[in-house]
């Protein structure tokens, strides 16, 4: 199986950080007591141990953890849990995107989360382990993730579909942060409302008797990053904080780019925390 790589390292930590938070480089090379050269290096991949520790408080990053992943010297450990299936495929050329899914435990359907570009990989997925598709939840609209909406839709007519209410699409039940969804008597999901990366991005936690716990977070929280703090980055990290990683420490992390993590690990590597 092909090992997902992370989707971000610490020159895109910085750089989100600083766009987030509307710091100019002049005003960030006053507060860290850096040259502006050093950090435009920093932000290509050339930084030094030096200029790591000290550009990482002003940009309200842990400094221990940003080392760690200037050194790319961690990865979350491998996921393998049963009836989850990971898709991955490219998006741009130094891009891929993940789509989910997970069986419903004791029957023969499945959920899916996000659709990826592509909709061959999910329709293979699905036959390939004999299931059918019972619903689609979409954790927010940009094109990467429901590009392949459609023709999954089209190929299971019957599925339901349910999207984020301030991000609504044609046709789906749109959720809002507090609403439960119990697809069986095994299954429940709960949306968690998280956005700032998008105007009205949702995570889905799913719960299951005498199974997993997973959290699917779309772009809200990677592997030791984050998604960028497109529509307000403050919001996308008071969210992440307060209720993605808040969550119990063994809940599983599925974001829709890079590979699986945990609450524990990113509350130990991840620098915007």
Same mark, same amino acid.
């Given at each position: 199986?092909?090992?997902?790589? @992370?989707?971000? *390292? ?52 842990? /400094? ?54 592509? $909709? ?11 299931? =059918?598709?019972?619903?689609? *939840?979409?954790?927010?609209? +940009?094109?990467? +993730? ?6 999954? =839709? ?5 599925? %339901?579909?349910?999207? /984020? ?8 039940? @749109?959720?809002?942060?507090?609403? @439960? ?9 709960? $949306? ?27 772009? %809200? ?10 529509? %307000? ?21 599925? $974001?829709?780019?890079? /590979? ?10 991840? $620098? *915007?925390?």
């Amino acid at each position: 199986m092909r090992v997902i790589p @992370l989707e971000d *390292f610490a020159e895109d930590i910085l750089s989100k950080a600083q766009r987030g938070l509307g710091l100019p480089t002049e005003k960030l090379s006053e507060l860290s007591n850096l040259s502006r050269n050093d950090i435009v290096l920093a932000r290509k991949g050339q930084a030094t141990q030096e200029i790591i520790q000290k550009i990482a408080k002003p940009l309200g990053l842990d /400094p221990s953890k940003l080392q760690s992943s200037w050194e790319k010297n961690w990865f979350p450990r491998p996921q393998k849990i049963e009836g989850l299936f990971q898709i991955n495929t490219p998006f741009y050329e130094d891009m891929s995107v993940n789509a989910y899914l997970f069986k419903i435990p004791d029957t023969n359907q499945a959920i899916l989360i996000d659709t990826g570009v592509d $909709p061959r990989p999910v329709l293979n997925c699905l036959k390939e382990n004999n299931l =059918q598709l019972k619903a689609t *939840f979409i954790t927010h609209t +940009h094109r990467d +993730h429901i590009e392949a909406l459609d023709a999954i =839709q089209d190929a299971f007519k019957e599925s %339901s579909l349910y999207a /984020p209410r301030k991000e609504p699409l044609e046709s789906a039940k @749109l959720l809002s942060e507090g609403d @439960l969804i119990e697809l069986s008597s095994t299954i429940s999901i709960r $949306p968690i409302g998280t956005d700032g990366h998008s105007a009205g991005g949702m995570s889905y936690w799913i719960r299951t008797i005498n199974g997993p716990n997973l959290c699917f977070v779309g772009d %809200s929280i990677f592997a030791g990053s984050m998604g960028g703090g497109m529509i %307000s980055y403050t919001d996308a990290l008071k969210n992440n904080k307060e209720k993605i990683l808040t969550l119990p420490i063994t809940t599983v992390l599925c $974001p829709g780019h890079g /590979p699986m993590t945990t609450v524990q690990e990113e509350l130990k590597q991840n $620098p *915007f925390f």
